[in-house]
T-cell receptor
Framework: GAGVSQSPSNKVTEKGKDVELRCDPI?????LYWYRQSLGQGLEFLIY????????KSGLPSDRFSAERTGGSVSTLTIQRTQQEDSAVYLC????????????FGEGSRLTVL | GNSVTQMEGPVTLSEEAFLTINCTYT??????LFWYVQYPGEGLQLLLK?????DKGSNKGFEATYRKETTSFHLEKGSVQVSDSAVYFC??????????FGPGTRLSVLP
């Protein structure tokens, strides 16, 4: 696609439910990143993928968070048993390369846990 | 590990004032350095970048020079406009490594 696409753009869920957030990167981009941005805060790194593998999962806040990427393209971030503190904007970005490549961000998925 | 520190905001300036937002980094090797900007209601976008020491990145009147000796990448603009009001993020990326972002600095420019 022309840019990084994320869905849903907004998600309201009840505490304890599971949610899935999807990211469709720019075609041909091998690197894909997930970040979280809480209200008025900076970017919190969650996980990145090089192809389908995730060399660095250190940013995932807890074992309720998981992510996968298939076919070197679409990625899904899953949050199980959501908590109110999970409320944030989840940002996806892709890059053609890992080192000097520019990150292209999606519009984000705003998650609200009631 | 790699890290980025940038000046705390918010920064409030009058139109046509000079802007400096400080950014320093800690990294192994020779990272690439970036400034990203997030305008109100919009996603993050690249403002400028530098990939090696002494490189100067520039865009939209903003400049930043990669200073390896001081591990800095300060953002400057000679005359800010109201339309520059945004949150600015300094970031770095090392070879084969993750992008690391600073906490962001909110800039408000008053007419």
């Amino acid at each position: 696609g022309a840019g990084v696409s994320q869905s849903p753009s907004n998600k309201v869920t009840e505490k304890g439910k599971d949610v899935e957030l999807r990211c469709d990167p720019i075609s041909g981009h091998t690197a894909l990143y997930w970040y979280r941005q809480s209200l008025g805060q900076g970017l919190e790194f969650l996980i990145y993928f090089q192809g389908n593998s995730a060399p660095d999962k250190s940013g995932l806040p807890s074992d309720r968070f998981s992510a996968e990427r298939t076919g070197g393209s679409v990625s899904t971030l899953t949050i199980q048993r959501t908590q109110q503190e999970d409320s944030a904007v989840y940002l996806c970005a892709s890059s053609a390369t890992l080192n000097t490549g520019e990150l292209f961000f999606g519009e984000g998925s705003r998650l609200t846990v009631l | 590990g790699n890290s980025v520190t940038q000046m705390e905001g918010p920064v409030t300036l009058s139109e046509e004032a000079f802007l400096t937002i400080n950014c320093t980094y800690t990294a192994t090797g020779y990272p690439s350095l970036f400034w990203y900007v997030q305008y109100p209601g919009e996603g993050l976008q690249l403002l400028l970048k530098a990939t090696k020491a002494d490189d100067k990145g520039s865009n939209k009147g903003f400049e930043a020079t990669y200073r390896k000796e001081t591990t800095s990448f300060h953002l400057e603009k000679g005359s800010v406009q109201v339309s520059d009001s945004a949150v600015y993020f300094c970031a770095l990326s090392g070879y084969g490594q993750n992008f690391v972002f600073g906490p962001g600095t909110r800039l408000s420019v008053l007419p």
